[in-house]
């Protein structure tokens, strides 16, 4: 079974610029969570799909925003790039059980490195 | 709200020693514990979980007890290799609810040499 992808892997921008970052979770998996690493603040939190509808979100500003697809693929889009925004961004996904107390084991992708000048 | 606090690094081990990595975290109600592994370039890796209290979780030669307790999660390895430098992430997942998002400790580096 192919593992979560990303694209692109590397990214450069300037500040003021957007970016769009893609992720195709593993088949039969509809949940997507999107995490930022940096050496600074570590791994964060972005925000979570499920179902093309986002159920949690992480204290980021509103220039970073995300969507699902119906078919379980998602975006994240920064807006008005800042030097401080440059990172490994962190893409992964889980098969959603129903079942209270159960995990829902995340798999990760390997990340798109994108760089603010 | 939920933190987990684990060893700042690096830790630089020879081969064959014994490695701790000491976890703590702080949360609510009865959180999922984890261990990642990331490789240098790459993205995270599930090392071994544990979902409840005195759960060990175990993998390749790792192994990690959840203690309510002390709220810990240490790492240990009987025996390190030079294949096992990475940087290890101590994370937590709430259980309630919001079970996909992970909140991940600072990261450990260790780095076995020959």
């Not at chain 1, 992808?5 to 450069?12: E, F, H, S, W």
């Not at chain 1, 079942?99 to 603010?116: A, H, I, K």
């Not at chain 2, 684990?6 to 984890?34: D, H, K, R, W």
Request: hydrophobic share 30%; with cysteine; proline share 3%.
């Amino acid at each position: 079974k192919a593992g979560v992808t990303q694209t692109p892997r590397y990214l450069i921008k300037t500040r003021g610029q957007q970016v769009t970052l893609s992720c195709s979770p593993i088949s039969g998996h509809r949940s997507v969570s999107w995490y930022q690493q940096t050496p600074g603040q570590g791994l964060q939190f972005l925000f979570e799909y499920f179902s093309e509808t986002q159920r949690n979100k992480g204290n980021f500003p509103g220039r970073f925003s995300g969507r699902q697809f119906s078919n379980s693929r998602s975006e994240m889009n920064v807006s008005t790039l800042e030097l401080g925004d440059s990172a490994l961004y962190l893409c992964a996904s889980s098969y959603l059980k129903r079942t209270s107390g159960d995990y829902n084991e995340q798999f990760f992708g390997p990340g798109t490195r994108l760089t603010v000048l | 709200g939920d933190s987990v606090t684990q060893m700042e690094g690096p830790v630089t081990l020879s081969e064959e020693a014994f490695l701790t990595i000491n976890c703590t975290y702080t949360a609510t109600g009865y959180p999922s514990l984890f261990w990642y592994v990331q490789y240098p370039g790459e993205g995270l890796q599930l090392l071994l979980k544990a979902t409840k209290a005195d759960d060990k979780g175990s993998n390749k030669g790792f192994e990690a007890t959840y203690r309510k307790e002390t709220t810990s999660f240490h790492l240990e390895k009987g025996s390190v290799q030079v294949s096992d430098s990475a940087v290890y992430f101590c994370a937590l997942s709430d259980s309630y609810g919001t079970a996909s998002k992970l909140t991940f400790g600072t990261g450990t580096r260790l780095q076995v040499t020959l």
